[in-house]
């Protein structure tokens, strides 16, 4: 199956440093990639959808000048938390769509996540 | 009210027994249905995916849709400790690419 991966996996940071973080497709071309943020026992929540070349499109509620996504080639995606606090402190994960053109319904494979802490 | 609902668990089950892990949701725009799979501290993995009310099998998982109720359920016979993870149900509506996820069932099977 497809493969995506997450660097880093795990990251401490203080507060008021920018932390970024890279999605690779590994093995297929993703014109789609998204990013979402999951809070202990509860749901991931999508962050924003991330065409390459294009500005992400970023859910509602979601800073778009504090989580700087960047999908600058097929295969990978960058995803930049700035000025980060306590609160920003979650997993991170990104999936990456294969598109076969039949639009809804096509597979997102998932990236193994990052753990973001801000102390 | 959430658009979809799942029951955080934990639910903790012996080897062998048949479990069952429900979503009811809100959104009747919802047309394509998904399981998934995480293992702590991982990504989600796909399971299941399904998008016509009934039954799809798949070796010890069956995916069960009811669209007249905007209930689903994943059911796993013969339950293995490697089953246990946390088992999120996720859906999309049809023209969208959004896919929105429960909480998350926590499942533990004990040998």
């Known amino acids: 199956g497809a493969v995506v991966s997450q660097h880093p996996s795990r990251v401490i940071c203080k507060s008021g440093t920018s932390v970024k973080i890279e999605c690779r497709s590994l093995?297929?071309?993703?014109?789609?990639m998204f990013w979402y943020r999951q809070f202990p026992k509860q749901s991931l929540m999508l962050m924003a959808t991330s065409n390459e070349g294009s500005k992400a499109t970023y859910e509602q509620g979601v800073e778009k000048d504090k989580f700087l996504i960047n999908h600058a080639s097929l295969t990978l995606s960058t995803l930049t938390v700035t000025s980060a606090h306590p609160e920003d402190s979650s997993f991170y994960i990104c999936?990456?769509?294969?598109?076969?053109?039949?639009?809804?319904?096509?597979?997102?494979?998932f990236g193994p996540g990052t753990r973001l802490t801000v102390l | 009210q959430k658009e979809v609902e799942q029951d955080p668990g934990p639910l903790s089950v012996p080897e062998g027994a048949i479990v069952s892990l429900n979503c009811t949701y809100s959104n009747s725009a919802f047309q394509y249905f998904m399981w998934y799979r995480q293992y702590s501290r991982k990504g989600p993995e796909l399971l299941m995916y399904?998008?016509?009310?009934g039954n799809k099998e798949d070796g010890r998982f069956t995916a069960q849709v009811d669209k007249s109720s905007k209930y689903i359920s994943l059911f796993i016979r013969d339950s293995q400790p490697s089953d246990s993870a946390t088992y999120l149900c996720a859906m999309i509506a049809g023209g969208y690419q959004k896919v929105t996820f429960g909480t998350g069932t926590k499942l533990q099977v004990i040998p």
């Open positions: 093995d297929f071309q993703a014109t789609t």
């Open positions: 999936s990456a769509q294969v598109t076969s053109g039949g639009g809804v319904g096509d597979e997102q494979f």
């Open positions: 399904t998008y016509s009310s």
